[in-house]
């Protein structure tokens, strides 16, 4: 018995540090103004992965909360495509809901506004994850929409990681609800990420302090 559950011990063991854990967390600037946080955190074992990302940002004018957002998603992936997600949303008082399962070949997403299937592998904009970059098609976590995207790398140039200028591509998804461009360091780290938002009057930007 005691060779047994020494046996057991050890195989706890090589399966715990099998699992690789990498966290994200970028301060998030409106305009160069901190107004938050957001972190992903991925859980790699073997072929499965579980994702976490929350976001909350509050925006303040004269010290008045003029603007609140908080999201969390959680995400299970089978290799490259999602097994499942479940999501929720407060955009400022507006409260969204996103969940999916996968079944076979298709993907039930069940959001606020109703019930769709999407066939085949789905990712969300997983941006950590250099297969978001082959991708046609990607899931928005928030509102459920399956974005038809165009994924290119547009041009070189420097991000601020910790106080000092890195090395990085940017990788621009256009087709989404406005364009984001996505840093890559030349180590192939993810570092940072621009979008314009408000219908292009503010400019949203999330780098590692």
Known sequence: MRRLAAFLLACAGVAAQAAETRTYAFQA??????????????????????????????????????????????????????AGLVSSTDDDGKQASVRLVKTGDANEIATNAGRK??????????????????????????????????????????VTVGGKDVAAADWRITGGESPIDVWISDAGEWVGLDSMVSNGRHKLTYRLP
Not at 48 to 66: M, Q
Not at 130 to 157: I, S
């Open 117 to 158: 299937t999407e066939p085949g592998c789905l990712m969300t904009y997983a941006y950590w994850n250099p297969a978001m970059r082959e991708q046609k098609r990607l899931l928005n976590p928030q509102t459920g929409n399956v974005d038809a995207v165009k994924v290119e790398r547009v041009e070189g140039g420097h």
């Open 29 to 82: 600037l409106l305009d160069d103004k901190p107004i938050g946080e957001h972190r992903f955190t991925v859980v790699t074992e073997g072929a499965t992965r579980k994702v976490t990302s929350e976001a909350d940002f509050t925006v303040k004018f004269l010290g008045i909360t003029a603007y609140h957002y908080h999201h969390h998603a959680e995400e299970q992936w089978s290799g490259e495509c999602l």
